[in-house]
């Protein structure tokens, strides 16, 4: 049925996700907006190093893999960006990042205002915004690989080769390596990528060599992205909702994740519904969330979201009713209805009659009632006096 709550709740959509794909502005200089993440889980090395920080510039493609620990500290975190990265690019003004615990740490909010720059993080669960990243630490997966099989050895020791190899690229989105790209002129190695000779360029002529490269590449990357937006939302729909709409949110079924309160593969699909408080972005909309999911972000993708269908009653959702696993819950007794003695042979069996209740239930029945009453007043018509 369409309109079942658990039907809903547990079955699969097989509609393209909503939501088009939206497009970041395009940086105008270099190390002006960068991107980071991090890549996790690796072998430990000699020197106990068991992550890459990955910092990537959005405008030149340029990147540096730092090596580091997941023990680190945010104040750790903060020496090394000052160390490797202000020391060498100044301060952003801008970083596109996901929720980790490092980036949503007080000290690391209090130290980017600091330096003046603007913290603009993921919404919950859609790696997607920091795809630049993303496809970045896919790139050096591969190559971390490829250099452990045939060199051997940690793969820290391989990390400045990598980053070397890595910026001496070439990338189609600028039509260029990102070092030519930074730094106006090709890199000169051993290797041999390309015929490299002296630049004469001096003065003035470098600096408008070097504005004018800025706007060659802004405009490849605006054709680049048109291009992206026109192959992914080949395969997504435009949605919408509004303001006080109630929604179904997607959780993951993977067997033995804990997410949104559900874990285990048999769970549902969605849990809610959930009202929707606010219009955050285009395709992002803040959720009025139960207590038990207070730690949780509250602004998600529409992706994430199905609009609940069903009459204009009243939506009762079963978070926050004090319900156990197999939806039953504890009643208290609030007095006795009636009493009556059973006289058998040899004995007499008393027995009473008990009325049970459950407040929070009958709490969230009334407040609901009250609410569909102020939102729909034309469903619930005045009971007529009687004189």
């Known amino acids: 049925m ?200 001096l003065g003035p002529e470098v600096v408008y060599k070097a504005t004018e490269k800025v706007l060659l590449i802004r405009n490849r990357l605006k054709m680049a992205h048109s291009r992206q937006k026109s192959y992914a939302d080949n395969r997504k729909r435009d949605l919408e909702f509004e303001v006080g709409d109630w929604v179904y949110l997607k959780i993951s079924p993977m067997k033995g994740v804990m997410r949104f309160g559900k874990k285990g593969k048999l769970s549902p699909r969605y849990v809610g519904p959930y009202a929707i408080l606010k219009h955050v972005g285009k395709v992002t909309y803040e959720l009025k969330l139960p207590n038990e999911l207070a730690p949780i972000h509250p602004v998600f993708h529409i992706f994430m979201l199905k609009k609940c269908i069903g009459e204009l009653v009243s939506i009762l959702p079963l978070e926050g009713l004090g319900l156990n696993e197999n939806l039953s819950y504890e009643e208290v007794p609030v007095e006795i209805l009636d009493r009556q003695v059973k006289k058998l042979r040899n004995k007499e069996v008393a027995s009473v009659k008990v009325l049970w209740r459950n407040h929070l239930v009958e709490d969230a029945i009334w407040e609901a009632e009250a609410d569909m009453k102020s939102r729909y007043p034309h469903l619930f018509p005045p009971t007529p006096s009687h004189s």
């Open 2 to 201: 369409a309109r079942c709550s658990n039907c809903q709740q547990v079955k699969a959509e097989h509609q393209g996700p909503g939501g088009l794909t939206q497009d970041i502005d395009i940086p105008t200089w270099e190390w002006e907006d960068v991107n980071m993440d991090f890549v996790v889980g690796l072998p430990r090395t000699r020197r106990q190093h068991d992550s890459i920080w990955v910092i990537v510039d959005r405008l030149t493609k340029s990147a540096h893999f730092l090596p580091v620990k997941v023990s680190y500290s945010a104040e750790d975190y903060a020496k090394l960006y000052i160390k490797d990265i202000v020391k060498l690019l100044g301060a952003p003004l801008s970083i596109i990042s996901n929720r980790g615990a490092q980036f949503t740490s007080h000290f690391w909010r209090s130290f980017q205002i600091g330096l003046g720059t603007q913290m603009k993080l993921s919404t919950a669960f859609h790696p997607q915004t920091d795809g630049q990243a993303e496809r970045t630490i896919q790139t050096l997966e591969d190559m971390l690989r490829a250099c452990v099989i045939d060199f051997k050895g940690n793969w820290d020791d391989h990390l400045p080769l990598i980053e070397f190899s890595y910026n001496n690229s070439y990338h189609s989105s600028i039509a260029m390596a990102p070092f030519e790209e930074l730094y106006g002129r090709r890199c000169r190695s051993l290797v041999g990528w390309f015929e490299v000779g002296k630049f004469s360029l």
